[in-house]
């Protein structure tokens, strides 16, 4: 039977480390310099993508490339997409056409939800609304255990917009399950109601969402939002939620600066903490790649 | 044509009847009720509702028949059809159709297309608006001696608050009520209810105050003015008191839940599930409560169903996209049973009151009770059998049911309409 990856809310804790621990071993072929292994030979990923997005698709992309599969993308402008297409019938035509994974973004939560039931390929969501990134979260847990050793008692604080984050909602489930403890920070009108529920606690000052954090990570502001009235301004909201120097000290003096990317600099997160030698961001990128490896064989050799 | 419903446990809240005795229908109209011996030997068909409820034909005040215009969701024959499967024969249509129902043409179409292919009795309700566009009003004088029983933009609710001041004095003057679908459109932008499951799913949520600042408003209008109001699906624990409140002050407000409010909650929107999608959404345990506390002190004085019909297409999607409304004639009886008769919430009297008596009087039609003379509209029920819900045998067009499976009872087994009965042991009469 096909198995798909649609979010970390339905995958136990020893799944979560069967794949970050495949994933360790990928990330060695990112790093070497022959990166081709065969593992996905005469396979074929498709990239569908109903959002903007430059990192996570080609992310996807070079995985499939690495281990030695046919991909393709395709992006809503110029497809059928755009031509009024519903999401079932596109995903019904991909299905047609020998696909063997499809990786799923949509703007609309439970998107992937919809079609995976309808297709023999394999599914991954890649981000679907303000609900899972699950492939996000877990190379983000892949890279606190590059740094930490282990994911199990570590303080998690994720600073900014959680109301929108699906970033937020997968590490909530799969730190949770790993034995972290989570801390939200943000703006009263960025926070999500009740999410509290989740297990995880929330602050509207983001300094105790900080206090003795061994990792920090800050979630991308979409600066429309600002349009739409949920904060005054981006020079206020870096003021009271954005992380700079100081305000880290609060965090554990080894504690690691994380964010999804795109970053804002000056917003999120100031330019001397993004560059600075705690920030682990661009580890997280290469560690995106070799997750998606680990998932994509995993689901396709067995093993997840 | 004569008939005879014997010794069923005839209810009519309206005259005061709760007792098992016979109901004499004679040329369509209500002829008699009681036990007559001198009807003995007189040639007349004759119903045996032993160990079953007689009760006036339901009365739904709140349906989207989708005709004109929608008619691949619903037409007024399916609508209809789906009405008396229910046990409902007089239904209230709303009047987002396409054209609006905000003339005396489209008034006049659907009590015409009621007429040739109705299987209940149809009652057209205008819009306030012209095109539901919340600017001018509607020739609501001329809907009214052309049929209209009531006024409502519905899923458009009036956000200009003169505009509704205007509608409840204008509609005043001819003695039909204002139904205010309470929105307050700037907070009502989302997916689903406002809460925990919200914020799990990743979907927008809705807070209660869309719908409590609206009916706040729309009550202390009618207050000032002295005119009637009627609150549509109230969802929310806070409207119930807001409204509780208003009629003990003596306001002219009156309102309406339905079944989806008192038995399910925002819970049931998990995996996405479209068919739990509506406006306003499904709320929380403490709202549901709520509800069923404001059906038993009398506070919601109807039930409805805001039938809402819509095509496969429009619900197998994602949820953002997805429409609002479910399918609810042929299920609202049996929900009623099962959650408040059987729960201890209501009488089954005050059940049947609130699903027919008060909803005929508010629009002020001459339907819901089994007075002599009153055309026969009448449902037969035993609310001890059970049945299952199979939304793909659904009557009505469109299948869009959060209850698949339910276990429910009451399914009507008679109904008749204006004398002629049109159910049979649960089947149509051909």
Known sequence: ?304 | MKLLIKNGHVIDPANGIDEVTDVYINNGEIAEIGKNDDLAGVEMQIIDADGKIVAPGLVDMHVHLREPGQEYKETIETGTLAAVYGGVTSVACMPNTEPVCDNETVVRFIKERAKETGYANVFPVGAVSKGLEGKFLAEIGDMVFSGAVAITDDGHPVENAALMRRAMQYSDMFDITVISHCEDMSLGEGDMNEGAVASELGLRGISPSAEEVMASRDILLAENLGCRVHIAHISTKGTVELVRQAKKRGVKVTCETCPHYFSLTDEACRGYNTNAKMNPPLRTAEDVLAIKEGLKDGTIDCIVTDHAPHHPDEKQCEFGYAKNGIVGLETSLGLGIKNLVNEGYLTMNQLIEKMSKNPSEILGIAKGTLSVGRSADIVIFDPESEWTVDTSKLHSKSKNSPFDGFRLYGKPEYVIVNGNIVINSGELMK
Do not use: C, W
Not at chain 1, 46 to 52: A, T
Not at chain 1, 58 to 66: G, M, N, R
Not at chain 1, 232 to 237: A, G, H, K, L, Q
């Open chain 1, 1 to 304: 039977m096909k198995q798909s990856l649609l979010g970390l809310e339905n995958l136990t804790a020893e799944q979560i480390n069967n794949i970050l621990s495949h994933a360790s071993e990928m990330k060695k072929v990112v790093l070497s310099d022959n990166k081709k292994i065969t593992n996905l030979q005469g396979k074929t990923v498709v990239n569908l993508f109903y959002e903007n997005s430059t990192r996570t698709r080609t992310s996807f992309e070079l995985a499939a490339k690495y281990m030695g599969a046919n991909a393709a993308n395709i992006t809503s402008s110029g497809s059928s997409v755009e031509k009024g297409e519903t999401l079932i019938d596109t995903a019904e035509t991909l299905n047609a056409m020998g696909t063997d994974i499809l990786v799923m973004r949509h703007s609309m939560s439970g998107a992937p939800n919809v079609i995976e039931p309808l297709v023999d390929a394999s599914v991954i969501n890649a981000g679907d609304g303000m609900h899972e990134h699950p492939t996000q979260a877990l190379l983000d847990m892949l890279t606190m255990i590059e740094h930490k050793g282990h994911i199990e008692g570590l303080k998690v604080a994720i600073i900014g917009d959680v109301y929108h984050s699906r970033v937020v909602r997968s590490n909530i489930y799969g730190l949770k399950k790993l034995g972290a403890e989570v801390t939200l920070g943000g703006p009263a009108t960025l926070m999500a109601k009740d999410i509290d529920k989740m297990g995880v606690k929330t602050f509207n000052n983001v300094q105790e969402a900080i206090i003795d954090a061994d990792v920090v990570m800050a979630l991308r502001i979409q600066l429309e939002r600002q349009k739409k009235g949920l904060f005054p301004s981006i020079r206020e909201y870096f003021k009271f939620f954005g992380i700079d120097e100081s305000r880290l000290k609060l965090a554990k003096p080894d504690a690691i600066v994380m964010h999804p990317g795109p970053v804002n600099r000056g917003v999120e997160l100031s330019s001397t903490v993004i560059d600075g030698d705690r920030s682990v961001i661009t580890q997280q990128v290469t560690s995106g790649v070799a997750v998606r490896m680990a998932v994509m064989d995993m689901l396709i050799n067995g093993g997840f």
